[in-house]
């Protein structure tokens, strides 16, 4: 299973990195974790045409504002679109004229599908979701894939939540949206760091880095690298937009 990242920015787009999203590639299915400015980054990459899955996390413009690229992505088909029940009408909303092309403007069919945390949508992608703690609602997720666990918790501070989805995975993709903390409803390194035994994961991939502690590429791997906590059996990745793993 393949793991790229093709947006890795929160906030807004500098530094030629986008957005949030990232692209796994599993053997049946394609899954895209958010809808940021990431999402043209794929028709910069190679990957094989299947049905696709895309979760939302929450409808904050840097998730979400790649809907208006989706009409020129190569390569999708049978795209599904997941998110919480409570964003739904909304997220319509948004992807509709005037703001974007309507549905039957696209190549593809699209179908939206909606979910809560006590009623699963019957989809061939075994997953549990939980509420984050963010200004507004963020949803994290746990995927049970090929017979690895993948975790994807953006937009939220600490919480038990987190913790429970990133527990027993193999990979926990995770926000790293400040150095130290100044917001409250994100998480900081420095939170992560001191926490790395909590998240009960074998890898943590940091992303959705904010342009105000890392305004360029390279300050996060200034500001990040040789300062992790050495916890056993825990690797920390920093990530930059096509930037790619196997799990």
């Known amino acids: 299973m393949k793991v790229t990242f093709l947006g890795t920015n929160g906030w807004y787009n500098y530094d ?43 409808l904050h413009l840097d998730h979400v504002i790649g809907i208006h690229y989706l009409s020129s992505i190569n390569n999708l088909e049978n795209i599904k679109i997941i998110l919480h029940k409570k964003y739904q009408k ?28 006590k009623k699963i949508p019957k989809i061939p992608i075994k997953f549990i979701t939980k509420k984050l703690k963010h200004s507004d609602p963020s949803y994290g997720f746990k995927f049970f894939l090929d017979k690895k666990v993948i975790s994807y918790c953006t937009d939220t501070k600490l919480c038990q939540n987190l913790f429970d989805l990133s527990s027993g995975t193999d990979l926990s993709i995770i926000e790293c949206n400040q150095y130290k903390k100044k917001k409250n ?40 690298k040789n300062k992790v906590n050495l916890i056993k059996n825990i690797k920390l990745l920093i990530t930059r937009d096509l930037f790619s793993l196997k799990v």
């Open 90 to 117: 909304k997220f319509k909303d948004i992807f509709n004229q005037p703001y974007t092309l309507k549905f039957n403007y696209y190549k593809n069919k699209i179908k939206i599908i909606s979910f809560d945390e």
């Open 185 to 224: 409803f994100h998480l900081s390194f420095k939170e992560i760091n001191k926490n790395l035994y909590k998240f009960g994961t074998k890898k943590i991939a940091l992303t959705h880095f904010g342009p105000e502690d890392f305004f360029s590429v390279n300050q996060r791997f200034y500001k990040l």
């Open 16 to 58: 030629n990195q986008e957005t949030s999203c990232v692209l796994v590639e599993s053997k049946k299915y394609n899954l895209i974790f958010d809808l940021g400015s990431g999402i043209k980054n794929l028709n910069k990459i190679k990957f094989k045409k299947k049905e696709t899955f895309i979760f939302i996390s929450h």
